[in-house]
């Protein structure tokens, strides 16, 4: 997400309606009539009794890149947004997301306990918790500029273990007070094997101009990451059309369970299964905490033909299409530790925002490798 929703170019600003028409007219996201700001404001998700919903913290100027593919129409379902922020919602930003069906606007601060347990964090699925630097220009000390940003990733952590959380540093040297390990390796090889980083929860803003800089040897990239966040919900008609005529079939990437009968078995085995059976590629591991002595969750990109598979496992597939997803047995029997939330269809947080026609989430973790 945070690869779109950085401020954009003046002149991509000014565009932002135009390009919503676009989508409109591509039918590719679901849209609403207009819901004005007072109507979308709650005090409190327990209002409404949402749950599984995710939680935004903080507000940035692209918002509608960061809502746009949690609203693609290829969704099994459309996860309520609750945007919590301390000031009053900006017109600008509201103009550009007032479309999007179910999201709504709790005004109040993320560092409060109170206002994070009126936005429903007991019952969220996942938050994102935004940068100060993303919403503002104000400069501020370096080694501080993260401060409420930990702070709150420590309290939402607190009051919900098993939330997915995706987390916006400025600084990288802050990372060392999210990451419990002691281990040398960390110290070895820097923060990308810490265990927030390598779970997918952090997400540092200077990467941003690692691969801005890496784009302009290898335009590429940019193809590659638009795949990667829109998938096919960015292709037009026509190309649609192109691809249809060559015979071409647009895979998307997509994050699975691991199906019951291939526990214990040899990622191998799951390989050939699922491009002879289902006609998908496996081409990675997102490896469940506590499976091989780890206490995150772990990216495990390219792993080999005998490698053995874990109950907790989850499997990156391309296929051509939206996979029929299993439910973890062990995922439900733990997920907020309460049968009350173990509803069917509930997945993580990852794999709810992958779409059919496209992928739908960034697994951060993904791109980190």
């Known amino acids: 997400f945070f690869l779109m929703i950085r401020r954009p170019p003046r002149s991509t600003q000014s565009r932002s309606s135009a390009a919503s028409d676009v989508y409109k007219r591509q039918k590719s996201f679901f849209f609403t009539k207009v819901v004005s700001l007072e109507s979308a404001m709650i005090a409190s998700a327990e209002e409404l009794k949402l749950e599984n919903h995710i939680i935004v913290c ?23 947004v609750v945007i919590l922020y301390n000031d009053p919602m900006p017109a600008a930003v509201w103009k550009q ?38 919403e503002s220009d104000v400069t501020q000390n370096t080694s501080m500029v993260d401060a409420d940003t930990i702070f709150i990733y420590k309290t939402v952590k607190l009051i919900n273990p098993n939330i997915r959380i995706i987390t916006e540093l400025a600084s990288i040297s802050t990372i060392s007070f999210l990451s419990l390990s002691k281990n040398s390796y960390v110290q070895k090889y820097g923060y990308y094997v810490s265990e927030p ?34 998938g096919g919900a960015n292709l037009t008609s026509r190309t649609k059309k192109m691809y249809k005529l060559m015979n071409l079939q647009q895979s998307n990437l997509f994050l699975i369970n691991i199906p019951p009968e291939f526990n214990e078995k040899t990622f191998g085995a799951l390989f050939d299964h699922f491009a002879l059976e289902k006609k ?7 490896r469940g905490e506590k499976t091989k002595k780890n206490n995150r969750p772990y990216v495990f990109i390219k792993p080999d033909a005998d490698i053995k598979l874990e109950p907790k496992d989850k499997v990156y597939v391309l296929s051509g299409k ?31 925002l992958n779409g059919e026609e496209g992928r739908i989430d960034v697994d951060l973790s993904l791109i980190h490798i």
């Open 97 to 134: 997301i007032n479309t999007f069906p179910k999201i709504f606007f709790i005004q109040g601060s993320p560092l409060k306990l109170m206002d994070l347990e009126k936005a429903g964090i007991q019952k969220a699925s996942g938050v994102v918790i935004l940068s100060r630097t993303a």
């Open 322 to 352: 939206q996979p029929e997803d299993t439910e973890n047995p062990l995922e439900q029997s733990e997920k907020y530790g309460s049968k009350a939330n173990l509803r069917k269809g509930t997945t993580n947080f990852r794999s709810r």
């Open 280 to 286: 998908m590629i496996a081409i990675g591991l997102y």
């Open 58 to 80: 903080g507000i940035v100027p692209g918002m509608r890149h960061l809502l746009l593919p949690l609203r693609a129409r290829s969704l099994k379902i459309i996860q309520p």
């Open 197 to 230: 980083f390598a779970s997918g929860e952090i997400y540092i803003s200077t990467m941003l101009d690692t691969l801005m800089c890496q784009a302009f040897y290898n335009p590429y990239i940019t193809s590659i990451l638009d795949q990667m966040i829109m």
